[in-house]
């Protein structure tokens, strides 16, 4: 498994539904290109059972709360929201490598909010 992607949070409110998740990486090997992170199947906090859509509508928005251990994290959006791609940058705007995560990286954890406006479809 390439990490832990949990959901912390649900916010509804009238307008947009908010889900804050956190995701901490493994011991495996950071993927070229990004790791995918399929919101759909993380895990819901007790009596938040609030299910994210699977299609990714038009006016999702990505928003990272940290870095992770120093790796600037951006958003790659998928055809859904079972497919986007977390892609970490070094300081000096490189991707990382088809390799280990840090160990740094590894002992520690990136927050970001998924926003969906309501009513808004595919």
Do not use: C
């Amino acid at each position: 498994m390439p990490g832990t992607l949990t959901l912390v949070r649900f916010t509804p409110s009238r307008r947009i539904n908010e889900w804050e998740y956190k995701f901490v990486p493994s011991a495996t090997s950071y993927p070229t290109g990004g790791e995918v992170m399929d919101f759909t199947a993380a895990a819901f906090p007790a009596g938040q059972g609030h299910a994210i859509p699977d299609y990714v509508p038009a006016d999702t928005q990505v928003d990272f709360k940290d870095s992770l251990a120093g790796y600037i994290p951006e958003w790659v959006t998928g055809t859904t929201l079972k497919n986007g791609k977390l892609k970490l940058y070094s300081a000096a705007g490189t991707e990382l490598a088809n390799a280990t995560y840090p160990a740094a990286a590894q002992a520690d954890e990136v927050h970001f909010t998924v926003r969906l406006k309501k009513g808004i479809s595919q």
